[in-house]
């Protein structure tokens, strides 16, 4: 491709800083302690609402919407719900989202077509951020490779994306807000709009490039303005990409949970049978990336990813294990697109995850690796994606 953003020496202009640790209280950033993570309230149950995924054929199996709603119709004839319970429903794995007694939950969880029922939970992350002034062709980019993503669709379940930034190219027709009380899907919080530009900033005269330059970025937004959201909406939003994606499109999951769900797992397995590929972040916890959804889910097209920094140690926050792990990729202190079409500095394996969901739309499955990971925790290091 012909790069049209060149390299340059430039000093960092700090136009303004925050950190939120894990307990939601402003602390002093450093680059050690400083990285996006989950909140405390991150997987706390939503009581009397759930989630009930249907039984399919065989894992990665899907449920059209007129299915879906046979299987509906049949609880409800059989006494086991009324109508006015469901909130949701959704396509892929199958299944809806209901306010429920538990007198329901049990009576639900005895029909034979249902798979899973698990309670909603809140998804909340602690975002740390330093906001920058941009260097065009930054040393993460160059680790990993590039290329011309136009013609491509990467869509980011996040907190949004800045519809107004002038380094990204954002559809906002089939962008879409899965909150309750908020319809835009336009980023109040920063942290989708970052996840954004690693993916597929424009090839341009300004601000940063992309792994995948130019590439269509649709926000499908499942995280408020304080990074807050729920499971459900995460579910429903993979439901809209099993409708409305193609085989070849790439999903970038830079949000979790710290629990595991079934409901969740079986959504992406369902996408991914598509031939959708799927980026997912090990998460920044220290732990096994096999104790969390959707980390630990693996499947054809699925793609989980641990973080690194500038010198190819292993970061040590990120999740680990080559059970589900499949790349490593950078994750500390990049700088990408932010909300207010600012620039800005994060940390953490929602930034690594984009770098591989930019190279699967460059190369599909067929990525390289350019390094192993040092000191990578569970003895095996990961292969350092790269195009």
Same mark, same amino acid.
């Given at each position: 491709m012909q790069l049209l953003k060149i390299t340059i020496l430039i000093t960092l202009v700090l136009l303004y800083a925050s950190c939120t640790k894990k307990d939601l209280q402003s602390a002093k950033a450093s680059d050690n302690t400083c990285f996006t993570t989950s909140s405390t309230i991150n997987g706390a149950v939503i009581d009397g609402q759930y989630i009930i995924s249907y039984k399919t054929t065989s894992d990665g199996a899907t449920l059209s919407? #007129? %299915?879906?709603?046979?299987?509906?119709?049949?609880?409800?004839?059989? $006494?086991?719900? /009324? !109508?006015? =319970?469901i909130k949701a429903s959704f396509v892929g794995g $199958?299944?809806?989202?209901?306010?429920?007694?538990?007198? %329901?939950?049990?009576?639900?969880?005895?029909?034979? =077509?249902?798979? +899973?029922? #698990?309670?909603?939970?809140?998804?909340a992350l602690s975002i740390c951020f330093t906001v920058v002034a941009p260097t065009l062709v930054t040393w993460n980019v160059n680790k990993v490779g590039y290329g011309d993503g136009r013609?491509?669709?990467?869509?980011?379940? *996040?907190?949004?994306?800045?519809?107004?930034?002038? &380094?990204? &190219?954002?559809?906002?027709t089939r962008s879409k807000s899965f909150l309750a009380d908020n319809s835009s899907a336009d980023d109040e919080n920063g942290h989708g709009t970052h996840v954004a530009g690693i993916i597929?900033?424009?090839?341009?005269?300004?601000?940063?490039? $992309?792994?995948?330059?130019?590439? +269509?970025?649709v926000s499908l937004r499942v995280l408020d303005k304080d990074g807050k959201g729920t499971l459900s909406s995460i579910i429903q939003a993979l @439901?809209?990409? @099993?409708?409305?994606?193609?085989?070849?499109?790439v999903v970038n999951m830079s949000v979790g949970e710290d629990e595991v769900s079934d409901a969740l797992d079986q959504q992406v397995q369902s996408i991914a049978a598509k031939g959708i590929f799927v980026a997912i972040a090990?998460?920044? &916890? !220290?732990?096994?990336? *096999?104790?969390?959804?959707? $980390?630990?889910?693996?499947?054809?097209?699925?793609? +989980?990813? =641990?973080?690194?920094?500038?010198? *190819?140690?292993?970061?040590?926050f990120s999740n680990y294990g080559n059970n589900v792990v499949d790349f490593a990729a950078p994750g500390v202190r990049i700088q990408s697109t932010y909300k207010n079409g600012l620039y800005a500095k994060m940390t953490g394996t929602s930034?690594?995850?984009?770098?591989?969901?930019?190279?699967?739309?460059?190369?599909?499955? /067929?990525?390289?690796?350019?390094?192993?990971?040092?000191? &990578?925790?569970d003895g095996t290091p990961d292969k350092i994606a790269h195009k």
């Open positions: 919407s #007129e %299915q879906t709603k046979q299987k509906a119709r049949a609880l409800i004839l059989g $006494g086991k719900l /009324n !109508s006015a =319970s $199958g299944g809806f989202i209901a306010a429920l007694t538990h007198k %329901q939950v049990e009576e639900i969880k005895k029909d034979t =077509s249902i798979k +899973t029922v #698990e309670p909603d939970r809140i998804v013609g491509k669709t990467a869509w980011v379940i *996040d907190t949004g994306i800045d519809f107004d930034h002038p &380094d990204l &190219d954002v559809d906002q597929g900033a424009k090839n341009n005269d300004i601000g940063i490039l $992309g792994i995948a330059s130019d590439a +269509t970025l @439901s809209y990409i @099993s409708i409305n994606a193609k085989a070849g499109d090990a998460g920044n &916890d !220290s732990k096994p990336a *096999d104790q969390f959804s959707p $980390g630990r889910t693996n499947g054809d097209n699925i793609f +989980t990813v =641990s973080a690194v920094d500038s010198l *190819d140690n292993f970061a040590s930034m690594a995850t984009p770098h591989l969901a930019g190279l699967l739309l460059l190369k599909g499955k /067929n990525i390289s690796y350019s390094g192993m990971a040092i000191n &990578d925790p």
